[in-house]
């Protein structure tokens, strides 16, 4: 009977995600390195429903004539028909605009690949956010203080060195030598990778596993902006809430409609 009610608010379940990966798309619009994610929905022809329930009842089961405790949990409703979920996330692979910032140590990839990165904690993401720095360790660290990696590990930066600079091969040059090889890898599917912070990066099995770039094209003392269309978003956006407000209307019309029928079926005969 209810069944207008879950593909009405299945509808709107979509669409409240998908305003949430817009939302983060315009809000990450000047992030360097950031890449937009696009929701992709599946539908289902039919799709099994169920409801949780949070009390316990009790069922009387004839042939066996005894008392069967039924804890709750999920309750199967039936099957549902056009159903809409969000399947998952994609990352938009187009190349953000470039800004020149003059910084020595400032670097975008021009073409395919990331800059591998370690959290200091073992693990290892991928960014496109070449905004790097020199720590007081004296090793090149990422603006959250992540440590770059190079073919050998992190790349230690000498003290006494005064100008530091990345060239269009991607060698750290220290004082006219080189002390360190930015290390750029790429994926078969790079859509597929999994969003970690706001511009790090994770591979995942549907993205494949990293190939490393072996002769990658540096632009030094420039950095890659978003690649963001605010114009598009925003259409997104208004989409996304008339889609919204539609399904909450039909929601509202299968209530009234569920009411009408109770109260009919209800209503005493004379």
């Known amino acids: 009977m209810f069944r207008g009610h879950y593909s009405a608010t299945s509808a709107m379940l979509v669409q409240e995600k998908m305003l949430d990966v817009v939302g983060n798309n315009l809000a990450n619009c000047d992030t360097a390195g950031f890449r937009a994610r696009i929701a992709v929905n599946k ?11 949070h009390h316990r009842d009790y069922e009387f089961e004839t042939r066996a004539k005894h008392l069967i405790f039924n ?15 969000l399947h998952y996330t994609a990352m938009r692979t187009e190349m953000g605009p470039m800004q020149v910032t003059d910084a020595p140590l400032d670097a975008a990839i021009a073409g395919d690949g990331f800059f591998v990165i370690d959290d200091r904690r073992g693990n290892t993401f991928y960014t496109r956010a070449g905004h790097f720095n020199k720590s007081n360790e004296g090793q090149l660290v990422t603006h ?17 060195a005064t100008r530091i ?9 220290a004082d006219g030598e080189a002390v360190g090889q930015l290390q750029i890898m790429r994926f078969e599917n790079p859509s597929y990778m999994q969003q970690v912070g706001r511009t790090m990066l994770a591979e995942t099995t549907e993205s494949g596993g990293p190939e490393e770039v072996d002769q990658p094209d540096i632009v030094g003392g420039v950095l890659e902006r978003s690649n963001v269309n605010i114009v598009e978003e925003m259409v997104r956006m208004i989409e996304a809430n008339r889609a919204y407000e539609a399904a909450g209307k039909a929601v509202t019309i299968q209530d009234e409609q569920a009411g009408r029928m109770i109260q009919s079926v209800l209503k005493p005969t004379t």
């Open 43 to 53: 539908s289902f022809p039919e799709v099994l429903a169920d409801r949780v329930e």
């Open 165 to 173: 600079f990345i060239d269009n091969t991607g060698q750290v040059i």
């Open 71 to 85: 804890p709750g949990g999920r309750v199967p409703i039936g099957d549902i028909s056009l159903a809409n979920v």
């Open 144 to 160: 959250e203080g992540f440590l770059v990696q190079g073919d050998g590990g992190p790349i230690d930066i000498p003290e006494d």
